[in-house]
């Protein structure tokens, strides 16, 4: 009976390691080298406060110091940008087609951009007031959310 419980509570320890190790915080030097030059050139003000690695999807979340977190595929292409309750810098923003500037400019005049979504049919975009919005690839107004 001893040995069987003993057994359990190791096994169950095992898999617990194992799941943590999966998704254990990262040295910088392990960051995809795209990934830093993006963070270089669009945070370059702030430090990395936490980078984590998860191996079953292979992608990189990366926490910086002013709250803004970053998330990558293995290669280091962001898919997404979510500054909280911070506003994303305009070299960001500047990374999104005209035509999606201009529908929020037009729509939602004096409304700071905190997340960007990068999907399969386009962006998602969230705005300082819950509004989320979707657009497509081109940039063309998709819905409201």
Sequence with gaps: MIRKLLLIIF?????????????????????PEKALQFLEKHFKNYEIYRAKYDK???????????GHEIEFDYDGN??????????LPKSIIDLLPVSIMHYIAKNYPRRAILKIERESYGYEIELSNSVELQFSKTGKFLKED
């Design 78 to 87: 962001w898919f997404e940008i979510d500054g909280e309750t911070n506003p």
């Design 56 to 66: 079953k999807s292979g992608e990189w979340e990366i926490k910086l110091q002013s």
């Design 11 to 31: 096994l169950f320890s095992f898999l617990t390691s194992v799941e943590v190790a999966a998704q254990r915080p990262q040295a910088k030097e392990n960051i």
